[in-house]
């Protein structure tokens, strides 16, 4: 299978008569580079505040160990 031939260049936009000169600046502006805002996955941010409680509060305590139904 022969290799396809390369692309043609694309059509340059035509700018208006009012626009500066020079190359057309890009529609979106740049991303920032990965990892640079957000922290990586699994290492919490600081809270700020007292530190929560994990857990719910202690239940009360549900007596002895009732015993097994049924015949021994």
């Known amino acids: 299978m022969p ?9 340059p936009v035509p700018k208006p008569p009012n626009a500066p000169p020079g190359p ?3 529609k979106l502006p ?5 990892g ?3 922290p990586a996955r699994g290492i ?3 809270s700020i ?3 929560k409680p994990l857990r719910g509060p202690p239940k009360p305590f ?3 160990p009732k ?3 049924g015949p021994p």
């Open 44 to 46: 919490p941010k600081p």
């Open 30 to 34: 740049p991303k920032p580079p990965r």
């Open 24 to 26: 057309n600046p890009p």
């Open 67 to 69: 015993p097994l139904k």
């Open 49 to 51: 505040g007292p530190p």
């Open 3 to 11: 290799p396809k031939p390369p692309r043609p260049p694309a059509r």
């Open 62 to 64: 549900a007596g002895p």
């Open 36 to 38: 640079v805002l957000k």
